[in-house]
């Protein structure tokens, strides 16, 4: 066996080891993915107003306690104005219900956290979730919705059951809804986003979701392990169907392993911008 057929099998062992190494490492690097939305159906006394935007910690053997008080600690830092969080806490059993959020009531904001539930909530104790959701200062938005005001200004925020294992009533966030109002929709999964009329689709401005982890393992785009049915298999990113814009995140935790790979977790922190979005500014190309 020549020394270069040596040589190139070590290389290749080497990069294996370290691609394995990479799927355990890249869950806990963390990114903080920031987003504008411009509109102007954004009130004035909303514009420049952020959101901590938070989807499947999946809390459990995989993520301890300690690393849902680093997540906090993160977003405290990103001084948000509000914080939503779209589901999916709990990993595996009721006992680490309490813990975390004993945690989570600790993210601070000027105008409230919000909340949803996600399918493996309610698998694990749906309503126990919820009673200490509420239990910590955390407004449950599980088929209801309400005004967030600022001054004379104000938007609506509402959420819906899990699509997968819940109903979902869209009535509370529609009521007194007029159609220059600015709304936002909290569903976990956004498949969801398939079953809204184009009416709902017109009066409702934006959609967050979670569920797909981005796919959580990724080859290049080309395949994922948790792929969404919606808008032929989108993992996550930005989407638009008619008037909303839906924002699916990739997700704070794993399941099933503790790996990622190039779906790195994230925090998604929006911001609102009353108006039109700025042009791109184009090269100047001269003769």
Not at 129 to 152: P, R, S
Not at 180 to 189: Q, R, T, V, Y
Not at 209 to 229: A, D
Not at 247 to 273: A, D, Q, W, Y
Request: hydrophobic share 40%; charged share 20%; net charge negative.
């Amino acid at each position: 066996m020549s020394k270069k057929s040596i040589s190139a099998k070590k290389i290749f062992l080497l990069l294996v080891i370290l691609t394995g190494f990479y799927f355990f490492i890249e869950p806990f690097w963390l990114n903080v993915h920031r987003i504008d939305i411009y509109s102007e159906e954004i009130p004035v006394g909303f514009d420049n107003k952020s959101i901590a935007f938070l989807s499947d910690i999946h809390c459990g053997p995989y993520f301890p306690i300690s690393r849902v008080k680093g997540l906090v600690t993160t977003v405290n830092y990103l001084n948000p104005d509000l914080a939503v969080l779209t589901g999916d806490y709990i990993q595996y059993g009721e006992k680490y219900i309490n813990d975390c959020f004993a945690e989570l009531k600790n993210i601070q904001t000027r105008y409230g956290s919000y909340a949803v539930l996600g399918n493996h909530d309610i698998w694990s104790s749906g309503e126990s979730i919820k009673q200490k959701i509420k239990e910590n200062n955390i407004t449950l938005l599980d088929n209801f919705a309400l005004w967030l005001n600022i001054g004379e200004d104000k938007i609506k925020l509402g959420g819906v059951g899990d699509y997968l294992s819940d109903k979902q009533d869209l009535s509370f966030t529609l009521s007194n809804l007029k159609i220059n109002d600015f709304s936002i929709l909290l569903s976990h999964n956004p498949d969801y986003a398939d079953e809204l009329t184009p009416e709902e689709l017109d009066r409702i401005d934006l959609m967050l979701s979670g569920h797909t982890h981005g796919g959580q393992v990724s080859l290049f785009g080309l395949w994922s392990i948790y792929p969404s049915v919606y808008g032929k298999n989108i993992k996550t990113g930005i989407i638009r169907k008619n008037n909303m814009e839906i924002i699916v995140s990739k997700g704070i935790g794993t399941v099933t392993l503790p790996i990622r790979f190039f779906v790195r977790p994230e925090i998604i922190f929006i911001t609102l911008k009353h108006g039109q979005a700025p042009s791109p500014i184009l090269p100047n190309i001269s003769n």
